[in-house]
């Protein structure tokens, strides 16, 4: 709980409405441009448990920062929400791209998007390891686990999608 209050008194209003109104934003558009494109309730289903998701490895790395590694959570730390829904809105949008350009094939199914899903989170899997570890390589102290905590943060998104994605459509 510790982690909570040091946030609440270190962060500035701006930075906590800021921070609020980013992922109500970021869930209410989402979820209307989902709704409008397919209008398919198992991928509604599926944005709004990895948008939860994405919000809980947020909050679970930041309380691992400060618990384990005894890091204060700064303004800095504001990153780590950016990164994780910038990386979730990637890989909803490309599961989404994927199921709106074959929904009204003949061969289309649940599988085929099950398989594309898994061939896009091993790509951006790849590109989120290439990225954070170009980045670590320069850092140093606190900002080399503040990279690597963000990294293996985004490394997780595209994978919960696509457990996600296979739960729902199982």
């Keep these: ?76 730390y504001m990153l780590i929400p950016l990164v994780v829904f910038l990386v979730d809105i990637i890989s909803l949008s490309m599961n989404l791209g994927y199921y709106t350009s074959t929904r009204n094939k003949k061969s289309f199914s649940p599988i085929s998007v099950k398989k594309e899903l898994l061939r896009d989170s091993l790509q ?8 954070f570890s170009a980045i670590s390589v320069f850092m140093g102290g606190a900002l080399f686990t503040f990279v690597i905590a963000m990294g293996a943060t985004a490394l997780l998104i595209p994978w919960t999608n696509y457990l996600l994605l296979y739960w729902i459509y199982r």
Excluded: P
Excluded at 18 to 29: D, E, H, R
Excluded at 124 to 131: A, H, N, Q, R, V
């Design 1 to 76: 709980m510790e982690i909570f209050t040091t946030v609440w008194k270190d962060w500035t209003m701006y930075q906590k409405s800021s921070l609020l109104l980013m992922g109500i934003c970021i869930f209410i558009i989402l979820i209307s441009c989902i709704y409008i494109i397919t209008r398919n309730r198992r991928l509604i289903i599926h944005a709004i448990a990895s948008i939860l998701c994405s919000a809980i490895f947020t909050v679970g790395t930041m309380v691992i920062l400060h618990v384990v590694f005894d890091e204060r959570i700064s303004y800095i």
């Design 124 to 131: 951006l899997s790849i590109f989120i390891i290439l990225l």
